[in-house]
C-alpha cells in the first residue's frame, strides 16, 4: 500500500535555530514529491517539486532533498514568518494521484 | 490571474441537507481535484477530472458527486450531509499531458460544519 509518513508532527523552534522536517515513502513507483506550505485557514501553497533520487532545490531559508525512501526539507536559521504547516504529497506512477502525508506543523518563536 | 477560487467560505448544514461547493479557476488547467481536510489528517482525494466531462472516484468519494461541464469549474455535490461530512474542502487544478510531472495548484478552501 501506498503510504506517506511526516514526522515530527510538531516542531517548536527558537527564531534562529535551524532544524529539518522529514518526509518518508513506501510507493509502488514515484513519479514526483511535492512539499507544499499551509498557512491556518488558507490552501496548501507550492514550494518544491522533486523527481529523482539527489536532486536538491532551495528557495530562501528553505532546502528540500531527496532519497529513495524519504524527502528532508531543511530550515536554515528560520523566522517567525516561516510558522506553517509543511505538507509533502507524492505522485504515483500508477494513476498519477498525490498522496499526502499528515504535516508537521512548524513554530518559530522570535 | 485569480487562480482556484472556492464558494462559499463557510457554511453549515443541517444533517440531511444538500448543498453544492463552487470552484473555478481560470489557468486553463485539464485536471481538477477535491479533496478533504480533517484535523491531524492529510488530505484525502475525493474525486478528480482530467477535463470536462471526466470524472473519476478517489479514495473518499461516498456521499459526494461530481460534475464537469467546463474547464473552468467543478462543483461538488453534497446530497444528504452527515455530520461525518464535516471539514474543510480543497479544490485543485493542474496540467498534464502524459507522463509529465504536473504541480496541484489549491484554492482557499471551504469549512464546512453539519450539525
Known amino acids: 500500500e501506498d503510504q506517506v509518513t511526516q514526522s515530527p508532527e510538531a516542531l517548536r523552534l527558537q527564531e534562529g535555530e535551524s532544524s529539518s522536517l522529514n518526509c518518508s515513502y513506501t510507493v509502488s513507483g514515484l513519479r514526483g514529491l511535492f512539499w507544499y506550505r499551509q498557512d491556518p485557514g488558507k490552501g496548501p501553497e507550492f514550494l518544491f517539486t522533486l523527481y529523482s533520487a539527489g536532486e536538491e532545490k532551495e528557495k530562501e531559508r528553505l532546502k528540500a532533498t531527496l532519497t529513495k525512501k524519504e524527502s528532508f526539507l531543511h530550515i536554515t536559521a528560520p523566522k517567525p514568518e516561516d510558522s506553517a504547516t509543511y505538507l509533502c504529497?507524492?505522485?504515483?506512477?500508477?494513476?498519477?494521484?498525490?498522496?499526502f502525508g499528515q504535516g508537521t506543523e512548524l513554530s518559530v518563536k522570535p | 490571474n485569480a487562480g482556484v477560487t472556492q464558494t462559499p467560505k463557510f457554511r453549515i448544514l443541517k444533517i440531511g441537507q444538500s448543498m453544492t461547493l463552487q470552484c473555478a479557476q481560470d489557468m486553463n488547467h485539464n485536471y481538477m481535484y477535491w479533496y478533504r481536510q480533517d484535523p491531524g489528517m492529510g488530505l484525502k482525494l475525493i474525486y478528480y477530472s482530467v477535463g470536462a466531462g471526466i470524472t473519476d472516484k478517489g479514495e473518499v468519494p461516498n456521499g459526494y458527486n461530481v460534475s464537469r461541464s467546463t474547464t473552468e469549474d467543478f462543483p461538488l455535490r453534497l446530497e444528504l450531509a452527515a455530520p461525518s461530512q464535516t471539514s474543510v474542502y480543497f479544490c485543485?487544478?493542474?496540467?498534464?499531458?502524459?507522463?509529465?510531472?504536473?504541480?496541484?495548484?489549491f484554492g482557499p478552501g471551504t469549512r464546512l460544519t453539519v450539525l
Open positions: 485543485a487544478s493542474s496540467y498534464s499531458r502524459g507522463s509529465r510531472v504536473d504541480t496541484q495548484y
Open positions: 504529497a507524492v505522485q504515483v506512477i500508477q494513476g498519477g494521484k498525490l498522496i
